[in-house]
């Protein structure tokens, strides 16, 4: 038997557990969804998210162990998340980690979530060639990172104000189409026409991003509409801004730093309107596109798991405790 990693993710809105070789292979991963809980409040409701989080963590760990066929024997170290993320969810996974890391004596590992997610594009299989372009998009954050190693990673940008996922949720709630709003706003988009000339904030310079315009140009149209909303096409030109944002920033930064690869990660890579223009960019820039698994792409605790490995093999051990605010560049 492989020396094995149990990763615990409980950052926002899901429970997840996960157990993974040192090469990123993945024995099992399970994740379960809140989507039903929230859903009907149109966002995460923070309160209610930490007590599901109580009521599904050892079950999923349970099931993460019975899956992949192990016992905690097994088990080299732990992985958790510490932020950053909601205080009452992180805290969950935390305590359950620190639990059973003394329970069964194996080290406990703080990690960083957007560490996780820069690290999943490897889960499954080597993709990831250096230097590497990381484009992550997710509901809290959205940032370009250049990699020069899985753990040499400079943060080149951030969002001024709300992230992409953020943006694409509160449209998605404008539209009354329903939370989480990434999946369902790509949906209708397709079946729609980019008519409508939203406004793409900070396109001409930098590799900062900023929604919030973009969100409020959305709501001052529906405000401002004399006739019902052709929701197809506010979606399909809403998708249309965000797509030319997110690329000609990620080509001026593929531009300015040496990459082989360009790797796109978070939940908003779930997009499969992203992932297409991503890989016209890459044809375009001569770059190999590095995408995890779409069910990798959201939160889950396989990419905990892999990023813990990293730690180990560099012999430092973050402390499982949390860190809401963890600053950008201390991935
Ligand atoms: O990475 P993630 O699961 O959680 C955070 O760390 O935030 O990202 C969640 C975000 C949500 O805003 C969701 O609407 C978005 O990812 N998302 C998508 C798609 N699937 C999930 N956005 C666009 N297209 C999708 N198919
Ligand atoms: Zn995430």
């Known amino acids: 038997?492989?020396?094995?990693?149990?990763?615990?993710?409980?950052?926002?809105?899901?429970?997840?557990?996960?157990?993974?070789?040192?090469?990123?292979?993945?024995?099992?991963?399970?994740?379960?969804?809140?989507?039903?809980?929230?859903?009907?409040?149109?966002g995460v409701f923070p309160e209610l998210a930490g007590r599901a989080h109580v009521l599904s963590i050892i079950p999923a760990i349970e099931k993460a162990l019975s899956e992949s066929g192990i016992t905690p024997k097994?088990?080299?170290?732990?992985?958790?998340?510490?932020?950053?993320?909601?205080?009452?969810?992180?805290?969950?996974?935390?305590?359950?980690?620190?639990?059973?890391?003394?329970?069964?004596?194996?080290?406990?590992?703080?990690?960083?979530?957007?560490?996780?997610?820069?690290?999943?594009?490897?889960?499954?299989?080597?993709?990831?060639?250096?230097?590497a372009m990381v484009l992550l998009v997710?509901?809290?954050?959205?940032?370009?990172?250049?990699?020069?190693?899985?753990?040499?990673?400079?943060?080149?940008s951030s969002t001024r104000d709300d992230s992409v996922g953020e943006c694409y949720?509160?449209?998605?709630?404008?539209?009354?189409?329903?939370?989480p709003g990434g999946p369902v706003v790509d949906r209708t988009a397709k079946t729609g026409e980019a008519t409508i000339p939203f406004p793409r904030p900070m396109?001409?310079?930098?590799?900062?991003?900023?929604?919030?315009?973009?969100?409020?140009a959305v709501s001052r149209y529906l405000q401002f509409l004399e006739e019902p909303p052709n929701v197809e096409n506010i979606a399909a030109s809403f998708v249309e801004s965000v797509m030319e944002i997110l690329i000609t920033k990620t080509r001026r930064a593929m531009l300015k730093y040496p990459c082989t690869s360009l790797?796109?990660?978070?939940?908003?890579?779930?997009?499969?309107?992203?992932?297409?223009?991503?890989?016209?960019?890459?044809?375009?820039?001569?770059?190999?596109?590095?995408l995890p698994p779409i069910k990798w792409s959201t939160d889950n605790a396989a990419m905990i798991a892999l990023a813990t490995w990293d730690y180990i093999n560099l012999g430092v051990f973050p402390a499982a405790q949390p860190a809401l605010g963890l600053p950008m560049n201390e991935l």
Not at 203 to 216: I, P, V
């Open 263 to 290: 790797v796109v990660v978070g939940g908003v890579a779930a997009s499969p309107q992203l992932r297409e223009q991503a890989q016209n960019l890459c044809d375009e820039m001569g770059a190999k596109l590095c």
């Open 169 to 179: 949720d509160k449209v998605s709630r404008m539209l009354g189409l329903g939370y």
């Open 1 to 42: 038997m492989k020396e094995l990693v149990l990763g615990i993710e409980t950052s926002c809105d899901d429970t997840a557990a996960a157990v993974v070789t040192p090469d990123g292979e993945v024995l099992s991963s399970i994740i379960v969804s809140q989507e039903e809980i929230h859903s009907k409040f149109g």
């Open 203 to 216: 396109l001409q310079k930098g590799l900062e991003f900023s929604f919030s315009g973009l969100k409020s």
């Open 74 to 131: 097994d088990i080299h170290s732990i992985g958790v998340t510490r932020g950053p993320g909601l205080v009452g969810s992180l805290l969950v996974g935390l305590h359950t980690a620190s639990g059973l890391g003394m329970g069964w004596d194996k080290p406990v590992i703080g990690i960083n979530h957007l560490r996780g997610h820069l690290r999943s594009a490897d889960l499954g299989e080597k993709r990831v060639e250096y230097p």
């Open 138 to 156: 997710s509901g809290g954050h959205t940032f370009l990172a250049h990699m020069k190693s899985a753990v040499d990673i400079d943060v080149l």
